[in-house]
């Protein structure tokens, strides 16, 4: 309930493939996250593409340590400060407006989420997250089109363990100039992923 009350996502940027996670979508993939041991009081997580920072703040409030949410809109980022006074975790959670790129580094993370872009308005979107998480070094989970293929491939091929655990229905109300249905819906995986040993 409490991810749910939050300032919404503005979702006003169309190449940036803005969409609402909601609050009940949110807790249900933190809760598989703490399921498998990756989110507990010990956890340090950065969420790449947070939006309002649904996912960080849920994080933060099944215990991590510290959050940072990173994200490159100014109107998401500041729908996430507002989420974060309104939630109380100020002391835990960081917002940080900035892009995800090849100059962000989140090494110091134990546990990397993200939702990010999945290329359907801009080819290869989701490239610089992924890259991301690769030189985390950090256990990863990722939502991402259930009809993607590149998943396991981009991961295996430096050495990660990639499970795909879960698929949902995501809502997607009509954002853009470009939807033609008022509310509609799209099949959703997600995928754990875990660096080689060292």
Do not use: K
């Amino acid at each position: 309930m409490t991810l749910s009350s939050l300032p919404e996502h503005p979702c006003g940027i169309v190449e940036l493939e803005q969409y609402v996670t909601s609050g009940d979508m949110a807790a249900a993939w933190l809760g598989q996250i703490a399921a498998f041991g990756d989110l507990d009081s010990d956890s340090v997580v950065a969420d790449l593409g947070a939006g309002n920072g649904v996912l960080g703040i849920g994080a933060a409030l099944l215990g991590a340590t510290s959050v940072v949410l990173i994200e490159c809109d100014e109107a998401a980022c500041a729908a996430a400060f507002e989420a974060v006074e309104q939630v109380d975790v100020g002391e835990v959670v960081e917002v940080m407006c900035r892009s995800v790129d090849e100059n962000l580094d989140v090494a110091g993370a134990s546990l990397v989420i993200s939702n990010p872009p999945w290329g359907a308005q801009s080819a290869r979107a989701d490239r610089p997250f992924l890259e991301a998480m690769l030189r985390s070094g950090a256990i990863c989970h990722l939502m991402h089109s259930a009809a993607a293929t590149h998943i396991q491939s981009f991961f295996e091929e430096s050495g990660w363990a990639v499970e795909r655990y879960w698929e949902a229905d995501f809502a997607l109300p009509a954002a853009y100039a470009h939807h033609s249905r008022r509310q509609g819906r799209t099949r959703v995986a997600f995928w754990r992923l875990t660096p080689p040993a060292e």
